[in-house]
């Protein structure tokens, strides 16, 4: 048995990560019990990570405003809203903005952890005093079991 309590936001309510332009909103990590993450990301135009994996876990996005395009091993989708799709770990994948508008995901990640990945990132990068890089990117994520790629990799 757990001591995991039931809870409910508001609408803008949750720990909010502002990370190379992208707001992600922490509906569900570790107050989860360790089950999964659910974070609601606003990413503005032309925006999106690098290229990536995820060693040890599966991540979804079901697309709330705006149009994205994700690219993964041998497939590319471009949704608008209501579109939704699952990459499982161990693919590389980039989730990018597509046209003039900015975009917002609800993001689906099946372990949590991913959210202590972007405070760590913020963290280390705030305290670098540099711009942000790959080599930033991996020595953060190793524990995490993240890769990151250059842009064009996929």
């Known amino acids: 048995m757990t001591d995991t309590k039931a809870y409910g936001l508001s ?23 360790a089950s999964f993450a659910v974070m609601d990301c606003y990413l503005p135009v032309g925006e999106g990570p690098p290229p990536h994996i995820h060693d040890d876990e599966d991540e979804a996005f079901y697309v709330l405003e705006g149009r994205m395009r994700f690219k993964s091993e041998g497939a590319e989708w ?9 990459l499982p ?10 046209g003039d508008q900015p975009a917002r995901a609800l993001t689906i990640v099946s372990r949590v952890g991913l959210e202590d990945f972007f405070a760590d990132f913020i963290d280390r990068l705030a305290k670098s005093g540099g711009p942000p890089s790959l080599e930033l990117l991996d020595e953060v994520g190793a524990p995490y079991e993240l890769r990151h790629f250059p842009p064009g990799s996929i």
């Open 89 to 98: 770990r161990g693919i590389m994948h980039q989730p990018m903005v597509e």
């Open 11 to 33: 609408s803008g309510d949750g720990e909010v990560l502002s990370m190379l332009g992208t707001d992600i909103r922490v509906l569900g990590g570790r107050r989860t019990g």
């Open 78 to 86: 471009v949704l608008d809203r209501g579109g939704f799709v699952y």
